[in-house]
């Protein structure tokens, strides 16, 4: 069982950045795609970002695109969000998944799942 852990929620004023991390210690963090989703109260989980073992490639939901920025440092067991020009349309539960090999999802079928970080958007 892999289990991740995310980091870095809070509140943030719209404008303002924050950059989530999700780490874990799966020693063959290298061989899992990683992604991030994110979830608000009465709506359905959806897709923000992903990322490829390697790193080579990267995925973003339109809504996203252009303002956040996902990572991965395999040295440090460790993928993060970078979250640029926050809108309150934002704030939500961000949730770190893992998928072992190379296909790397923009759906829900990833193998872990971890518990989540709260961001909060003040307008």
């Known amino acids: 069982q892999v289990q991740l852990v995310e980091s870095g929620g809070g509140l943030v004023q719209a404008g303002g950045s924050r950059r989530l991390s999700c780490t874990t210690s799966?020693?063959?963090?290298?061989?899992?795609?990683m992604g991030w989703f994110r979830q608000a109260p009465g709506t359905e989980r959806e897709f923000v970002a992903a990322?490829?073992?390697?790193?080579?490639?990267?995925y973003y939901a339109d809504s996203v695109k252009g303002r956040f920025t996902i990572s991965r440092d395999n040295a440090k067991n460790t993928v993060y969000l970078q979250m640029n020009s926050l809108k309150p349309e934002d704030a939500a539960v961000y949730i770190c998944?893992?998928?072992?090999?190379?296909?790397?999802?923009?759906?829900?079928?990833?193998?872990?799942w971890g518990q989540g970080t709260q961001v909060t958007v003040s307008s």
């Open positions: 990322i490829s073992w390697s790193g080579g490639s990267t």
């Open positions: 998944a893992a998928n072992r090999g190379i296909v790397v999802p923009r759906g829900d079928t990833y193998d872990y």
């Open positions: 799966e020693r063959s963090f290298n061989s899992y795609a």
